[in-house]
């Protein structure tokens, strides 16, 4: 008796092991016939491939059906891509597709809408992944063909732009078998190096020619690259995954230098006008600040102790010139005064009534005598005259009657 025995589920559990441990079993493309094509209502759909040598089951999850660009049928030549492994539960091995795609006319492109619509779903054309493309480069990775229109296009057109920018071509292959894979070392080896910007593309063509352009390696290179990719493929009227998923899509490859490499004469323009207009400011606000120092020049001289000091002496001149008006003023009043008084003065003076014959009677003691009711017989008089004096006795009073007007 047979000392290992197992069971049909670990059979069949084994068997489907094997084939998910096969690396070209997860991911396959298979071409064949449509037979026995079912679409069921859970939107499943289930198929079998068939050729002149044998049959294939297969089938298309509902989840898988954005996968399928058309209603299939029995009878359509396709091409499915998809894995191999095996249903445990009736121990048949199977096809489980992922796309669909008819083969014949027409094949490449749906290739080129489902790879699009696949990696769209995973976000690599998602705008907020887009890197900024750098204004100012001073160094430029490419990844072309060696010979062509579009080396010879981007080079020129960088020189005449600017002459500083160092310009670095990985010549690639850009059509054909290994062009895919060349595409993608020259973007690493590019990255490597550290350049500011990189350009990769290549001059127009079939579908087939720029198909290299299309595949998912060179989308996930260019996707992963911390460098800035401007893609710039075929003419304008051509679009490749590349162009969805680079930094920023340039419809030519003159165009793409355009985008990479500043215009130095347009910089020494902007330059030139910037200096100009600095120039202009500063000469403005020279001339503005020479304006203030002389304002505050009058002010500091204006109000400088010094100028001060000769307001004052002027002011002080000034009062003392119309104080000694007012005194000349007031000297001539007081004369004039003066001599008014000293004319009353004069007409009452006793010198002058001597001077008219008129005489002044005083006592022995100098006192005047003004009424004779106070003198008696034998009082001796002193009469002053205009030239001398006189003793005198009374001898005889008579008063005089003085009539009342």
């Not at 350009?199 to 290179?221: K, P, Q, T, Y």
Request: aromatic residues 8%.
């Amino acid at each position: 008796m047979t000392k290992n025995v197992y069971t049909v589920g670990q059979v069949n559990a084994y068997i489907k092991n094997m084939f998910t441990q096969d690396f070209m079993m997860n991911r396959i493309y298979v071409k064949g016939e449509v037979s026995n094509c079912k679409y069921h209502t859970s939107g499943h759909i289930y198929f079998t491939l068939k050729d002149e040598t044998g049959s294939l089951h297969a089938v298309l999850f509902a989840g898988n059906r954005k996968g399928l660009a058309f209603d299939m049928r029995n009878g359509d030549n396709v091409i499915v891509l998809g894995s191999i492994s095996v249903y445990e539960r009736d121990g048949k091995y199977q096809l489980y597709a992922r796309e669909i795609l008819l083969d014949g006319a027409g094949l490449l492109y749906q290739r080129f809408e489902a790879l699009k619509r696949e990696l769209e779903e995973m976000g690599m054309f998602a705008p907020e992944y887009k890197q900024p493309i750098p204004q100012y480069i001073k160094t430029l990775g490419i990844v072309t063909a060696p010979t062509g229109a579009a080396i010879r296009d981007i080079q020129n057109i960088t020189g005449r732009r600017n002459p500083y920018v160092q310009t670095i071509l990985y010549p690639a292959l850009v059509q054909g078998d290994g062009a895919a894979a060349s595409i993608v070392n020259g973007i690493h080896a590019l990255e490597r190096l550290g350049v500011d910007v990189m350009i990769i593309g290549r001059g127009g063509g079939s579908m087939e020619d720029l198909w290299a352009f299309n595949e998912e390696i060179v989308a996930r290179a260019i996707f992963e690259c911390s460098v800035p990719i401007i893609s710039a493929v075929g003419h304008e009227t051509d679009t490749t995954i590349a162009d969805y998923v680079a930094d920023l899509r340039a419809p030519t490859p003159s165009a793409a230098a355009e985008l990479a490499v500043y215009d130095v004469r347009q910089l020494q323009g902007q330059l030139l006008t910037i200096r100009m207009e600095l120039n202009r400011r500063l000469d403005e606000k020279l001339q503005y600040c020479r304006e203030k120092m002389e304002q505050f020049e009058r002010s500091v001289k204006l109000f400088s102790p010094a100028s001060r000091l000769n307001d004052r002496r002027q002011m002080a001149a000034d009062l003392a010139e119309k104080l000694e008006f007012i005194m000349r003023q007031r000297l001539t009043a007081s004369r004039h005064e003066l001599e008014l008084y000293a004319g009353k003065l004069e007409a009452m003076s006793p010198a002058r009534k001597l001077s008219q014959g008129y005489a002044f009677v005083s006592d022995k003691a100098g006192r005047g005598i003004q009424d004779v009711d106070h003198l008696q017989q034998g009082d001796i008089l002193n009469i002053h005259m205009m030239n001398g004096r006189v003793k005198a006795q009374v001898c005889e009073i008579s008063k005089t009657t003085v009539e009342n007007e």
